[in-house]
């Protein structure tokens, strides 16, 4: 297997602040695995709430997450603060692929990276549908840079 080179913070579109929790250490001292996910789903969450891509309380649509993945280069740990780089890898008709660096501190190198699936649904139905001209942009945007 090939070793993965981690990606620094000029590889990524926008970025978010995260802080972590003393709950988020393990036995082992270091951020446990399952948390580096909750960051990326807080991150790309995130972004779309402050974009008005997604509206969580009357929207038509929202974002079902279909498929995620993650690589660890490096220990994270509370109470780290961590800067979440996004940035969008590929964009469907009812789809969309993010990466997703999570970055301590002021490290240039990311810690750990992964991917994140999201499916665009109606609220009611959760079949996918198509992204409007609004939310195609928005997430266009975030596969520049």
């Known amino acids: ?10 590889d990524y579109s926008a970025f978010s602040t995260l802080a972590t929790r003393w ?30 891509a997604l ?13 995620t993945g993650c690589q660890y280069f490096s220990e994270l740990a509370f109470p780290d603060v961590i800067t979440a780089g996004m940035k969008v890898r590929k964009l469907g008709n009812s789809s969309v692929t993010y990466d997703v660096g999570l970055f ?27 992204m409007t001209g609004g939310v195609r942009a928005i997430l266009e945007h975030l596969a520049q840079g």
């Open 104 to 130: 301590r501190e002021d490290a240039n190198i990311a810690a750990a990276e992964g991917y994140f699936v999201h499916v665009h649904v109606d609220r009611e139905t959760r079949r996918p549908v198509p």
């Open 55 to 67: 509206n969580l309380k009357s929207g038509a649509t929202v974002f079902l997450v279909v498929e």
């Open 23 to 52: 709950i988020d250490n393990d036995i082992y001292g270091h951020m446990n695995n399952a948390v580096h996910y909750q960051l990326f789903d807080t991150a790309v969450n995130g972004y779309l709430l402050e974009q008005g």
């Open 1 to 10: 297997m090939v070793r993965v080179t981690p990606r620094n913070r000029a």
